[in-house]
């Protein structure tokens, strides 16, 4: 089978190409990634069959070096690539619409002239927006609040338009909150644990009480697979963890694990347009035999304990480009 992956540099594409090449003994891996500022070689050095794993650096938008890829034929594409920081996205939005959008037009087009098996569009929960009580299904509208969860839903709608206009075998899956090792450390989880261990303070935007639900990057990986055998073509699903907590009770968990006062934990100005909370209702998945096994506790002690036995990871990050982030996302605000 060959599998066009693209984004596998990135955190959950990262863990997908793994998570493939352990349990698909048939499948070839072609790993198309830009290398932008969130992509990390560091995150596929262990691979459990590099034979089958070819890295491409280049850009989903580009249509000659997609056209030139497809040329050798392509069975699956799980599209990971994307511009992912809702922070950035309020700084910065012109790469989401050239990658985001774009980008997946591009992959959508070439899936429409050379063909393909299955397209897997990883779109996101927040296209939904925010909700105060009970959960999203597939049918609820779409509402996105931000730059970001706006381009995800673009490139969400034009694959499933590319689907019902040019029979295109799209499935799109909408995902809550993922967590885990390798996870760029801008955003809310790893930048907690990693400046909790350097003695930085956490900023915790507002008044620390929106929810977000959970899942383990892992999770997200394996639901993406058994969606590429079971999901129907055409059709979207939603993959939740099931674990809605406060953003403050998860600062609170990881100073109280490293050990660190709570004083470093600090509200800060909130985020602009902060959605307040995220709930997917996952019954379509689970209907068809699939629920997440990660346990939210043991899962964000073990992810907690990466970050401190990986710091060599994060440093090299920290020490980069994610400095000029750093400065002009917390400058005014710590
Ligand atoms: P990430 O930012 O860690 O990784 C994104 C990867 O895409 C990087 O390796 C980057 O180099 C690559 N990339 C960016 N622009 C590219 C381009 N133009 N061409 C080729 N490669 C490019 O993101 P992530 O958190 O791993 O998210 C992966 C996907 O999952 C995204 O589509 C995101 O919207 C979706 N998603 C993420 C979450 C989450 O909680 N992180 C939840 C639901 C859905
Ligand atoms: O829901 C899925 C989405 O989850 C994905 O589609 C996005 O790619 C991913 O980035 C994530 O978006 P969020 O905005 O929910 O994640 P983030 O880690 O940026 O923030 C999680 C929560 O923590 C949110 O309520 C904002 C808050 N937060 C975040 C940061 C970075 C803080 O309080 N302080 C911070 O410094």
New binding site residues.
Partial sequence: MRVLV??????????FVKYALQVHPDWHVTN?????????LD?LTDLADPARHQFVK?????HELVTRLWSHGVDIVV???????VDRSILWAD?FI???VL?AFTLLEAARQFGVNKFIQ?????VYGSIASGSFTEESPLNPRNP?SAS?AG?DRLAYAYFTTHNVPVTI???????GP???PE?FIPLFITNAIEGKPLPLYGDGRNIRDW?Y?ED?CAAIDFLITHGKTGETYN?AGGNEVENIEIARAIVRKLGKPESLIQLVKDRPGHDRRYSLDAGKLAALGWRPNRDFPAALDATIDWYVQNESWWRKIKSGEFKKYYAAQYGSRL
């Fill in positions: 693209t984004g596998g540099a990135g955190f959950i594409g990262s863990h198309l990634d830009k290398l932008s500022y969130a992509g990390n995150n280049g850009d989903i938008a580009d599209n990971f690539a994307a511009e992912t920081h790469d050239k990658t985001d980008g990883v779109s996101t929960d927040e970001y995800k490139a899956t909408r995902c809550s909150n993922n967590f390798n996870q760029y955003k899942i990057a997200h993959i």
